[in-house]
């Protein structure tokens, strides 16, 4: 049995199925991370003033990824105009560079996740706050490559698990006992409401960067043996796979904002 309107479009709608399809999809994406977005907003305007946290991502790897999936974004398209140039040849370079901006995403990404967990805010048991990066652990002390906070950074926030980091501090090796730890805890989703909601947001746009380059990959790999039997078929696939790249790439232009500078 044939699949109707896989290549031509739909009477009703002016659309072929899988058009039809994915627009579908991303509606339903677009209420997901919607729900996400209001939370965070919520989260934050009922934040007492001063309280909510600054300082604590890496503005420049933010920017980093957020031109990385622009350039991704591009190379989609150019994709796709290649195909209908029947340019099957650029149509791998543009797919293979925007794979590769994938990887490089995700990388970058991989490497911030792993300083939230290197980096540790540790509470002092005479009221002092350690804040930085861990070195070494042994059974009787603790060395970290960081700073002490100020005692209004550490006061009231510090007890409500609300840690800021100065533009310009100077970082050395402090090593404590375990003995004068009170409370020591990374910079993990757990830490507070602000690291929470960044793993959140972030780790499920992640998900969808590497579910989108899964797909790209095998259309790229062989899926592309459908452009030697069913060009247009093969051709409407391509683009259905760049809308729902050109979304995530929407949805980071709106995180890295959200998230890295406000």
Known sequence: MEIPYTAESRPDTGLYNAKVGIWLFLASEVMLFGALFSTYILLRVGADPGKWPHGLLNVNLGMINTIVLICSSITVVMAWASLKLNNFGKFKMFQ??????????????????HDKFTHYEIQLKDGRV????????????????????????????????????????????????RDDIKYMENYGPWHNTYMAIYFTLTG????????????????????????????????????????????VDLVWIFLFPVLYLL
């Open 130 to 177: 350690v804040d930085g990066h861990m070195k070494e652990q042994t059974k009787d002390q603790v060395t970290v490559s960081g700073h002490y906070l100020h005692t209004e950074e550490a006061g009231a926030e510090a007890k409500e698990g609300h840690s800021h980091q100065t533009a310009e501090v100077k970082h050395e090796e402090i090593t404590v006992k």
């Open 204 to 247: 499920l746009h992640a998900l969808h960067v590497i579910g989108g380059a899964l797909v790209i990959g095998f259309l790229w790999g062989p899926g592309s043996k459908m452009w030697r039997t069913e060009p247009e078929r093969f051709t409407n696939r391509i683009e259905v796979s760049g809308l729902f790249w050109h979304f």
């Open 96 to 113: 293979a560079i925007t794979l590769l901006c994938a990887v490089i995403f995700v990388g970058i990404k991989s490497y911030e996740y």
